[in-house]
């Protein structure tokens, strides 16, 4: 590996209604990823609860810098001196009937270093299977980017891969990568998922990774997975279809150079 990249891996889990045992299992991934050289890994929304209803989020929820969830995040990427972007968790707010789903970014020390509320909430209907994320959560406000390492990092969750508009207010100053930490369901991943990741990647000119939840969970629900690395022409650089696992891929600054270089459209904008 060219000592000017920097390695991410996307973890792709099928969590379950325990929350112990999705932490475990996340402890493990992401030993795994930095084992494989990593140095930026990303789970799955939803990494350490998929309930049987949506009220149960809320007797997990967290308050900010407390609980076993961000415990485990904040540990995990000390041990393995790891940019962590720790999918999302169930994070209360002031109303006992909401939560946001949010979020938190670790620095290789421990520390948190961002804080992202997923702002697009999603709501879906065919057949017997129907979402409504409205019913148990409150939308985030604000747009989040951080500076992990040597990359500009954009954050977003699942559903916001939908608002291009929020992907243009990542790109000022541009991001080197956007990640999309997701639970997916199998119709709108069939027919969206790797369209809408592909399309955010050309039109921002930049590495996307999306960590997703994929398999038959012991709820009964079943998710999309196809946990993938695009680069910034557009192209599918590593991918990870169904059940558990790691999938790496490598942010060249070169690549990004090269693509915003030959076709600058991100300077080429006029709104």
Not at 52 to 77: H, M, N, W, Y
Not at 165 to 185: H, I, K, Q
Not at 209 to 234: C, E, F, K, N
Request: proline letters at 7%; aromatic letters at 8%.
């Amino acid at each position: 590996m060219n000592m000017a990249t920097t390695r991410i891996a996307a973890l792709q889990m099928v969590s379950g209604p325990d929350v112990a045992s999705n932490l475990v299992t996340a402890e493990r991934l992401l030993a795994e990823a930095a084992a494989g050289g990593a140095q930026l890994a990303v789970l799955p929304e939803y990494f350490c609860l998929m309930g049987f209803k949506d009220t149960d989020k809320l007797a997990v929820a967290e308050a900010p810098g407390e609980g076993p969830i961000q415990r485990c995040l904040s540990q995990a990427a000390q041990r393995h001196g790891l940019w962590i972007v720790g999918g999302t968790l169930p994070m209360r707010t002031e109303d006992p009937a909401r939560a946001f789903n949010t979020c938190t970014t670790w620095a290789p020390d421990g520390m948190l270093a961002a804080r992202y509320d997923k702002m697009h909430l999603f709501s879906f209907e065919q057949g017997e299977e129907r979402y409504d994320e409205g019913r148990v959560l409150r939308p985030g406000a604000t747009p989040v980017a951080l500076q992990a390492g040597a990359l500009r990092v954009g954050l977003s969750v699942c559903y916001d891969l939908r608002f291009p508009e929020l992907y243009r207010a990542l790109m000022v100053p541009p991001c080197d990568l956007l990640c999309v930490p997701s639970a997916f369901t199998v119709p709108t991943g069939r027919a969206h998922w790797e369209l809408l990741l592909r399309a955010r990647a050309v039109e921002n000119q930049c590495y996307v990774i999306a960590a997703a939840q994929g398999g038959l969970h012991p709820t009964g629900r079943r998710t999309w997975g196809h946990s993938l690395v695009v680069d910034p022409w557009g192209e599918v650089i590593a991918e990870w279809p169904e059940g558990e696992g790691v999938v790496f891929a490598d942010v060249d600054p070169a690549r990004l150079a090269d693509v915003r270089g030959r076709l600058p459209a991100l300077r080429h904008r006029r709104l």
